[in-house]
């Protein structure tokens, strides 16, 4: 009967945090999640039963008995990181905010133990307060990690994961150094146990305090690219006043000459000088003003957007095709469809440039319906498509350091008109479906480009 409470009290140490530790890392894993969580309850399940192998072996002293059970907290640890393909940096955080309440719990429990069964209380009795402080505080912990897993998966740039686990790590670390070998057979002090949960409250409250920062780095980082995306808007709009100022003041003075053109011609023409007027006509038709804008759809804010890209494209011979049709009132913002047709054909031109100028191309559509709109953006790219975060990808112009802000905007206004976007990327064809439900143009104006936080 002992060798079930031995087993009891190692099993304890881990199994309980095994769903805490991977529902942060669910867009991250190898496998899927139920498929995780069975491996490590299994490996879980017959490190304990060695423990109890251990308890009755020569070997065992209070040294080993520790040893052994923080080596299992270790191994859940590795097959963590082994068993996680992306964001090995959040894996540290979340084991790191997980230890303290692991550690807490086992001391919590020794120091209960040892007020109901004196100074030396056996297994059993630890083992039962254990599982019964661990089935009054799941509850809470359950609430309090899906917390943090929400939090966790809105945090997509990968340079803060990479700095963010050390905090956590610390107070972990800190947390094992503290836990004396003897204490499950010794006892407990007031003042260990206080210190314990000081370092498990420091933990959460460190936990929330980066939540709120990086938070507040994300969206600066959305409001910053929202803020490109409209100073873009306007100098495109600059860009067509002034052709549209250069086109009048051309057409103001082709119809000051108009007289003097009118005058000549009918001079040739009462002199019989009819080959000279043809010639004449000629020259004057080569030299009258042109429309320097390029019309592609009704929509305004988009016929400038996609009149910008086509002199761009012109710079990096990259063939365009574009078939857009958006009136002039679409039910959705000029700022939103400046965001979504902006960053599309940004990642679309910086993608297609990086070919051979023979493979290049992008082709745009839009289709607009009674309560709906369609857009698809299509484009070939070198296939160096790499993950970054729950939201988007890591940014070929940032060396892939770092997750670009196009497609997280794009997703934030399909999400804010309550419609579906798809990414296919393969065969060196990047396809970017978007399907957007229209809103009154007030409604669209008064909702928020970006919101990170929920």
């Given at each position: 009967?002992?060798e079930?409470?031995?087993?009891?009290t190692?099993?304890?140490?881990?199994v309980?945090f095994?769903?805490?530790?991977?529902?942060p890392?669910?867009?991250?894993?190898?496998l899927?999640f139920?498929?995780?969580l069975?491996i490590?309850?299994?490996?879980?399940?017959?490190?304990?039963l060695?423990?109890?192998?251990l308890?009755a072996?020569?070997?065992?002293?209070?040294?080993?008995?520790?040893?052994y059970?923080?080596?299992?907290?270790?191994?859940?640890?590795v097959?963590?990181?082994l068993?996680?393909?992306?964001?090995?940096?959040?894996?540290?955080?979340?084991f790191?905010?997980?230890?303290?309440?692991?550690a807490?719990?086992?001391?919590?429990?020794?120091y209960?133990?040892?007020?109901?069964?004196?100074?030396?209380?056996?297994?059993?009795?630890?083992?039962l307060i254990?599982?019964?402080?661990?089935?009054?505080?799941?509850?809470l912990?359950?609430?309090?990690w899906?917390?943090?897993?929400?939090?966790?998966?809105?945090?997509t740039?990968p340079?803060?994961w990479?700095?963010m686990?050390?905090?956590?790590?610390s107070?972990?670390?800190?947390?094992?150094?503290?836990i004396?070998n003897?204490?499950?057979?010794?006892?407990?002090?007031?003042?260990?146990?206080?210190a314990?949960?000081?370092?498990?409250?420091?933990?959460?409250?460190?936990?929330?305090?980066?939540?709120?920062?990086?938070?507040k780095?994300?969206q600066?980082?959305?409001?910053q690219d929202?803020?490109?995306?409209?100073d873009?808007?306007?100098?495109?709009?600059?860009?067509?006043?002034?052709?549209?100022?250069?086109?009048i003041?051309?057409t103001?003075?082709?119809?000051h000459?108009?007289r003097h053109?009118?005058?000549a011609?009918?001079?040739?023409?009462?002199?019989?000088?009819?080959?000279?007027?043809?010639?004449?006509?000629?020259d004057?038709?080569?030299?009258l003003?042109?429309?320097?804008q390029?019309t592609?759809?009704?929509?305004y804010?988009?016929?400038?957007?996609?009149?910008?890209f086509i002199?761009r494209?012109k710079?990096?011979?990259?063939?365009?095709?574009?078939n857009?049709?958006?009136?002039?009132?679409?039910?959705?913002?000029?700022a939103?469809?400046?965001?979504l047709?902006?960053?599309?054909?940004e990642?679309?031109?910086?993608?297609?440039?990086?070919l051979?100028?023979?493979q290049?191309?992008?082709?745009?559509?839009?289709?607009?319906?009674?309560?709906?709109?369609?857009?698809?953006?299509?484009?070939?790219?070198?296939?160096?498509?790499?993950?970054?975060?729950?939201n988007?990808?890591?940014?070929?112009?940032?060396r892939?350091?770092t997750?670009?802000v196009?497609?997280?905007?794009?997703?934030a206004?399909?999400?804010k008109y309550?419609?579906?976007m798809?990414?296919d990327?393969?065969?060196?064809m990047?396809k970017?479906?978007?399907?957007?439900?229209?809103?009154?143009?007030?409604n669209?104006?008064?909702?928020?480009?970006v919101s990170?936080?929920?």
């Open positions: 009967m002992h079930f409470w031995y087993f009891l190692c099993l304890l140490d881990t309980p095994l769903y805490f530790l991977y529902q890392l669910k867009g991250h894993l190898r899927p139920p498929a995780t069975i490590n309850y299994a490996v879980m399940l017959v490190g304990s060695g423990f109890v192998a308890h072996s020569p070997y065992y002293t209070a040294n080993t008995m520790l040893s059970r923080l080596s299992l907290v270790v191994l859940m640890l097959l963590a990181i068993l996680t393909k992306t964001h090995r940096a959040k894996t540290l955080f979340v790191s905010l997980i230890f303290p309440f692991i807490g719990l086992m001391i919590l429990s020794a209960i133990a040892q007020f109901i069964k004196g100074d030396s209380p056996t297994y059993m009795v630890s083992s254990r599982a019964a402080l661990t089935a009054v505080m799941y509850p912990f359950l609430w309090l899906k917390e943090i897993g929400r939090r966790a998966g809105k945090i740039e340079t803060l990479r700095y686990w050390v905090i956590p790590s107070v972990a670390l800190s947390e094992a150094l503290l004396d003897t204490y499950e057979l010794d006892g407990v002090t007031l003042d260990e146990l206080l314990r949960i000081a370092l498990w409250i420091g933990s959460v409250a460190t936990c929330w305090l980066i939540f709120y920062l990086a938070d780095f994300e600066r980082i959305h409001l929202a803020k490109e995306r409209n873009l808007l306007l100098s495109l709009q600059a860009e067509q006043y002034q052709k549209l100022a250069d086109s003041e051309e103001r003075a082709a119809r000459d108009l053109h009118l005058n011609m009918k001079a040739m023409s009462n002199g019989g000088e009819y080959a000279r007027l043809d010639k004449y006509l000629n004057l038709i080569d030299h003003p042109r429309n320097r390029i592609v759809c009704e929509n804010t988009a016929n400038i957007i996609l009149d910008h002199n494209a710079d990096f011979e990259v063939p365009l095709r574009f857009f049709h958006l009136s002039h009132e679409p039910g959705i913002s000029d939103d469809l400046c965001v047709i902006g960053n599309a054909l990642n679309a031109m910086e993608a297609t440039v990086q051979p100028a023979e290049r191309f992008i082709s745009a559509r839009a289709l607009e319906e009674e309560d709906r709109i369609y857009m698809t953006f299509d484009n070939s790219f070198g296939g160096a498509l790499k993950a970054g975060g729950d988007g990808y890591l940014s070929h112009k940032r892939f350091a997750a670009g196009g497609i997280p905007s794009i997703r206004i399909v999400k309550d419609g579906d798809r990414i990327a393969e065969d060196g990047f970017l479906s978007i399907l957007l439900m229209k809103k009154s143009v007030e669209a104006t008064q909702d928020p480009i990170t936080a929920e």
